[in-house]
Nanobody
Framework: QVQLVESGGGLVQPGGSLRLSCAAS????????MGWYRQAPGKQRALVAD???????NYADSVKGRFTISRDNAKNMVYLQLSSLKPEDTAVYYC???????????WGQGTQVTVSS
């Protein structure tokens, strides 16, 4: 079955950095657009960044210049480097795998990121 397993979340001070990882299994990884979404308390889940199978990236305006998404197709991994973190980045971060043409959409369980002094 499909599994997306996130890791790397935690508590970090404002201005700090974290690297989130997502290990995918059960899918032909290279065919999927991989993404990171986040959901803060009381808010809807929203796209943070995604990366297409060809490597094209897309970022939410709020994270441009601070976060970097990357993928390693040989390892079935997608990463999100978070830098210059702000308290408003506090949320549960979810890994997502999409294959739009086939209406395939898979989610991980999420990892908590808390930015606080």
């Amino acid at each position: 079955q499909v599994q997306l397993v996130e890791s790397g979340g935690g508590l970090v001070q404002p201005g700090g950095s974290l690297r989130l990882s997502c290990a995918a299994s059960g899918i032909t990884f290279g065919l999927y657009t991989m993404g990171w979404y986040r959901q803060a308390p009381g808010k809807q889940r929203a796209l943070v960044a995604d990366i297409a199978s060809g490597g094209q990236t897309n970022y939410a305006d709020s994270v441009k210049g601070r976060f970097t998404i990357s993928r390693d197709n040989a390892k079935n991994m997608v990463y999100l480097q978070l830098s210059s973190l702000k308290p408003e980045d506090t949320a549960v971060y979810y890994c997502n795998a999409k294959r739009h043409a086939y209406l395939l959409d898979f989610w991980g369980q999420g990892t908590q990121v808390t930015v606080s002094s």
